[in-house]
T-cell receptor
Framework: GAVVSQHPSWVICKSGTSVKIECRSL??????MFWYRQFPKQSLMLMATSNEGSKATYEQGVEKDKFLINHASLTLSTLTVTSAHPEDSSFYIC?????????????FGPGTRLTVT | GNSVTQMEGPVTLSEEAFLTINCTYT??????LFWYVQYPGEGLQLLLK?????DKGSNKGFEATYRKETTSFHLEKGSVQVSDSAVYFC?????????????FGGGTRVLVKP
C-alpha cells in the first residue's frame, strides 16, 4: 500500500527557535498534502492544504507566518513552526491522497510529536 | 458546513464483547464516509470506507453501512480483542471537492480489557 513518512517522529526544541517537519510520500506522487494538528485526546484539526508548486491554503485561524508550508516536490512537503512557543507543542500529522487508487483514498504519516520547552 | 458527530468515549469493553460506535454526519450532497483507527503513538490508518448509500465497508471484522436516510455510518464489531484498543475516527469527504479535505468527528477511544 501507499506509504507516507514523517521526520522527525519527535522533536524537542527551545522556545523561540524554529523546527521543520518533513512529510514524504514514499511510493507515489502527491500534488496535494494536508497538515493536521492533534491535541491530547482530541480530534485532528486541519491546519492547511499543501499544494505542489503553489502556495499553501490555510484554514481559518491558522497563522500563515507561524506555520510555514513548502511543497517543494511531488513527494515532499515541509511544515516549519517558526518562533515556537510552548503552546505550539502538539502532535502534527500529514496526509496525502493517492489519486491512482481513487481520489478519496488518503494515507497518513505516523505523526511528529513536538515539545517546546 | 459539513460536520461529523460521533459518540464520546471512552468505551470500555471486555474481550469478545460487541462494539458499536455511532457516527452521524451533516453534509450538502452525498459524501464518501470513512472510519480511521489510531493506535497509541501512531498516525491514522484507514479502517474501512463507503462511497455511496447502502454501501457496506468492512475490514478486520469491523463493518459500517452508509445510511443516507439517517445520515449515519455506525461502526460495529461482533467480538473485540485487546488489540482493538485504539481511537476510532469517523470522517467524510467529497470526491470532487478541491483537495479532498477530510472532515473528522471527535474520535472515540476504545479500551478492551482481557
Amino acid at each position: 500500500g501507499a506509504v507516507v513518512s514523517q521526520h522527525p517522529s519527535w522533536v524537542i526544541c527551545k522556545s523561540g527557535t524554529s523546527v521543520k517537519i518533513e512529510c514524504r510520500s514514499l511510493d507515489f506522487q502527491a500534488t496535494t498534502m494536508f497538515w493536521y494538528r492533534q491535541f491530547p485526546k482530541q480530534s485532528l484539526m486541519l491546519m492547511a492544504t499543501s499544494n505542489e508548486g503553489s502556495k499553501a491554503t490555510y484554514e481559518q485561524g491558522v497563522e500563515k507566518d507561524k506555520f510555514l508550508i513548502n511543497h517543494a516536490s511531488l513527494t515532499l512537503s515541509t511544515l516549519t513552526v517558526t518562533s515556537a512557543h510552548p503552546e505550539d507543542s502538539s502532535f502534527y500529522i500529514c496526509s496525502a491522497p493517492e489519486v491512482a487508487r481513487g481520489p478519496y483514498e488518503q494515507y497518513f504519516g505516523p505523526g511528529t510529536r513536538l515539545t517546546v520547552t | 458546513g459539513n460536520s461529523v458527530t460521533q459518540m464520546e468515549g471512552p468505551v470500555t469493553l471486555s474481550e469478545e464483547a460487541f462494539l458499536t460506535i455511532n457516527c452521524t454526519y451533516t453534509a450538502t450532497g452525498y459524501p464518501s464516509l470513512f472510519w480511521y483507527v489510531q493506535y497509541p503513538g501512531e498516525g491514522l490508518q484507514l479502517l474501512l470506507k463507503a462511497t455511496k448509500a447502502d454501501d457496506k465497508g468492512s475490514n478486520k471484522g469491523f463493518e459500517a453501512t452508509y445510511r443516507k436516510e439517517t445520515t449515519s455510518f455506525h461502526l460495529e464489531k461482533g467480538s473485540v480483542q485487546v488489540s482493538d484498543s485504539a481511537v476510532y475516527f469517523c470522517a467524510l469527504n467529497f470526491v470532487k471537492a478541491a483537495g479532498n479535505k477530510l472532515t473528522f468527528g471527535g474520535g472515540t477511544r476504545v479500551l478492551v480489557k482481557p
